[in-house]
């Protein structure tokens, strides 16, 4: 019951992040984000699949019996959990799959909708609400982490602050072989 807790705060958190939207007075949506990339922007675009999950504090999500917290969630949690995948676009579109990839998941789901990238803020405008995320890129910019705020119910009832850090890593596409001529 507590890995569904936390796996449900964690997929939510993964999912939508820190949204801010229109209320009910707004009378249009936030724009999509337009324009040409820049070259940062299109190193950056394509595939970036879920690596890691951690969290600041160790913790206890096996269903197991045994109390053998970890600070890695990653390695606790299922196939289908561990199965998030952002794709973003030369055109500024983004999908953000969730246990798409994996097999037999209870949950799965897309979220689209347009991207930017300014240093290391990513910017995501997904059905008229606005996400900016601070992200931490490795030196050769093949993975880039983000941290949020949860809080996890341990089995006494006790609830603890932890901070969970999710890491991305960029997937090697394979190059298009040119046509043959004749």
Do not use: H
């Not at 724009?31 to 951690?54: H, K, N, Q």
């Not at 600070?71 to 055109?91: L, R, V």
């Not at 910019?141 to 941290?147: A, I, R």
């Not at 949020?148 to 072989?177: C, D, L, Q």
């Amino acid at each position: 019951m507590k890995k569904q807790k936390l796996m449900a705060v964690v997929l939510l958190t993964a999912l939508t992040g820190i949204f801010v939207g229109c209320n009910d007075d707004d009378t249009e949506c936030i724009a999509d984000y337009e324009g040409a990339l820049t070259a940062a922007e299109t190193s950056f675009a394509g595939t970036w699949t879920l690596s890691a999950v951690e969290s600041s504090e160790e913790i206890d999500l096996t269903d197991d019996e045994e109390d053998n917290p970890s600070k890695d969630i990653y390695a606790q949690q299922s196939d289908c959990e561990n199965d998030m995948q952002y794709i973003f676009g030369a055109d500024r579109a983004y999908k953000y799959n969730v246990g798409k990839r994996a097999e037999d998941c209870k949950q799965s789901g897309t979220l689209t909708g347009s991207w930017k990238l300014g240093g290391s803020t990513l910017g995501l405008i997904t059905s008229c609400m606005e996400n900016v995320v601070e992200l931490e890129f490795n030196p050769n910019k093949t993975t880039f982490s983000y941290t949020t705020p949860n809080i996890y119910t341990k089995e006494n009832g006790e609830r603890v602050e932890i901070e969970i850090t999710f890491t991305y890593s960029k997937t090697a596409t394979t190059p298009t072989p040119p046509e043959e001529t004749e």
